[in-house]
Protein backbone atom coordinates (compact mmCIF):
# COMPACT_ATOMS: atom_id res chain seq x y z
CA UNK A 1 0.00 0.00 0.00
CA UNK A 2 1.23 3.36 -0.57
CA UNK A 3 1.12 6.36 1.17
CA UNK A 4 -0.83 8.19 -1.23
CA UNK A 5 -3.52 5.37 -0.59
CA UNK A 6 -3.40 6.04 3.46
CA UNK A 7 -4.07 9.49 3.30
CA UNK A 8 -7.43 9.15 1.69
CA UNK A 9 -8.27 7.20 5.14
CA UNK A 10 -10.13 8.73 7.47
CA UNK A 11 -8.17 7.66 11.02
CA UNK A 12 -11.36 7.08 13.67
CA UNK A 13 -10.40 6.04 17.67
CA UNK A 14 -12.62 2.94 18.03
CA UNK A 15 -13.42 3.77 21.63
CA UNK A 16 -14.69 7.28 20.76
CA UNK A 17 -15.74 7.12 17.51
CA UNK A 18 -13.69 10.60 17.33
CA UNK A 19 -11.87 11.56 13.82
CA UNK A 20 -8.34 12.01 14.51
CA UNK A 21 -7.03 13.66 11.90
CA UNK A 22 -5.19 12.95 8.37
CA UNK A 23 -2.09 11.34 7.40
CA UNK A 24 0.42 13.96 6.46
CA UNK A 25 3.44 11.44 6.79
CA UNK A 26 5.09 8.43 8.24
CA UNK A 27 8.11 7.27 10.32
CA UNK A 28 9.60 4.30 9.17
CA UNK A 29 12.35 1.87 10.95
CA UNK A 30 15.79 0.79 9.19
CA UNK A 31 14.43 -1.79 7.71
CA UNK A 32 11.84 0.06 5.67
CA UNK A 33 8.60 -0.83 8.04
CA UNK A 34 6.37 1.84 8.95
CA UNK A 35 6.77 2.50 12.90
CA UNK A 36 4.53 5.34 13.19
CA UNK A 37 1.98 8.08 11.32
CA UNK A 38 2.07 11.53 11.41
CA UNK A 39 -1.01 12.95 11.66
CA UNK A 40 -2.65 15.95 11.24
CA UNK A 41 -5.69 17.31 13.56
CA UNK A 42 -8.30 19.33 11.43
CA UNK A 43 -10.05 22.39 13.47
CA UNK A 44 -12.76 22.89 11.42
CA UNK A 45 -11.29 26.47 10.43
CA UNK A 46 -9.23 26.95 7.16
CA UNK A 47 -6.37 29.24 8.86
CA UNK A 48 -6.59 27.77 11.86
CA UNK A 49 -3.36 25.86 13.91
CA UNK A 50 -3.55 22.64 13.15
CA UNK A 51 -1.78 20.57 15.50
CA UNK A 52 0.34 17.19 14.46
CA UNK A 53 1.10 13.88 16.25
CA UNK A 54 2.58 11.17 16.46
CA UNK A 55 0.19 7.39 16.06
CA UNK A 56 2.26 4.29 16.77
CA UNK A 57 1.42 2.07 13.86
CA UNK A 58 0.76 -0.51 16.97
CA UNK A 59 -2.25 1.38 18.00
CA UNK A 60 -3.82 0.14 14.54
CA UNK A 61 -6.60 -2.23 14.65
CA UNK A 62 -7.61 -2.38 11.20
CA UNK A 63 -7.16 -1.26 7.53
CA UNK A 64 -10.24 -0.87 5.72
CA UNK A 65 -11.33 0.41 2.89
CA UNK A 66 -12.48 4.17 3.46
CA UNK A 67 -11.42 3.86 7.25
CA UNK A 68 -8.32 3.30 9.86
CA UNK A 69 -9.41 2.17 12.89
CA UNK A 70 -6.81 2.89 15.91
CA UNK A 71 -6.92 2.14 19.49
CA UNK A 72 -6.26 4.37 22.42
CA UNK A 73 -3.27 2.27 23.70
CA UNK A 74 -1.51 -0.41 22.40
CA UNK A 75 -1.44 -2.87 25.38
CA UNK A 76 1.37 -5.43 23.37
CA UNK A 77 -1.24 -8.42 22.78
CA UNK A 78 -0.95 -9.18 19.25
CA UNK A 79 -4.90 -9.97 17.93
Known sequence: MRLSE???KEIIN??????LGVII???VDNNGNIK???????RGRK???REEYEL???QISKIGD???LVLDKYDGKIK
Open 36 to 42: SLILEEK
Open 25 to 27: DVI
Open 47 to 49: FAN
Open 6 to 8: LQT
Open 66 to 68: DII
Open 56 to 58: DWK
Open 14 to 19: ISTGKR
